[in-house]
């Protein structure tokens, strides 16, 4: 286990989330990262009612974001290549190897993400606005178009390049948001990719930590 109270690391995540987004808080994405690098870290849990200048940490009152020493950053895309520089577990050293992983994580949260998420909101958050019905087939279409696309590239290999970097982190935990809403399917060979990320003991440790905080809290003004 590699959550240490003295650790320098620093990582925001919510003390408690209701049952829906439990699994998919993009903290995990963090924490599985640090996992895979065997990086000690800590965890400051926060609630509804932010920590006073939190705006000033992360602007959008968002989690996750990461403290290292003097360093501060948010966005999960900038931690994860943040922790990959620490480790070669997460990001190959060669320049072109490495910034093949890079792109990934961009194409995770910018190309696949904002049609996976945006629907998922519109099954949650969203369910109950007039609009929410017959925006769906529109966001399914965009959905499937990526994924699709995602799926042929992929093919048959166990992961995005010819290893596991932080590009897989974040495209599994984008895909395991698609997989909630059904929108993986179609397509067995990112099914299966899901779950050799899944399936991997770091992955396994940080969803577990991340359940473990929910299980031990209350919500504290935070909508149950
Ligand atoms: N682009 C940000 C998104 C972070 C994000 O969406 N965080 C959500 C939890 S998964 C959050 O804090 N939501 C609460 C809010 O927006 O107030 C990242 O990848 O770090």
């Known amino acids: 286990m590699a959550i240490n109270p003295n650790a320098s690391i620093e ?6 989330v209701p049952e829906g987004p439990r699994g998919l808080v993009k903290d995990l994405r963090v924490r599985w ?4 690098a065997g990086l000690d870290y800590r965890v400051r849990l926060i609630g509804a009612e932010r920590p006073a200048g939190y705006e000033m940490e992360q602007p959008f009152n968002q989690v996750p974001c990461l403290r290292d020493g003097g360093v501060q950053i948010f966005e999960s895309g900038a931690i994860l290549q943040y922790l990959g520089e620490r480790s070669e577990a997460l990001l190959p050293r060669e320049q072109e190897a490495r910034y093949r992983a890079i792109q990934w994580t961009y194409a995770a949260v910018n190309s696949v993400e904002p049609f996976v998420q945006f629907r998922a909101l519109l099954n949650s958050f969203w369910a109950e606005r007039d609009w929410a019905t017959p925006a769906k087939p529109t966001f399914d279409e965009l ?7 995602l799926s042929k590239r992929l093919g048959d290999k166990p992961w995005l390049e010819d290893r596991f970097t932080i590009g897989d982190i974040m495209m599994v935990t984008v895909l395991r948001l698609a997989k909630r809403s059904g929108q993986l399917d ?6 299966s990719y899901v779950k050799r990320g899944e399936e991997r003991p770091a992955f396994r440790r940080a969803l577990a930590d991340q359940f473990a905080a929910y299980d031990q809290n209350e919500p504290q003004g935070e909508a149950a």
């Open 186 to 191: 179609a397509f067995d060979n990112l099914t």
């Open 33 to 36: 990262a640090l996992e895979e």
């Open 11 to 16: 990582v925001t995540a919510f003390r408690w």
């Open 143 to 149: 959905a499937q178009l990526r994924l699709g696309q």
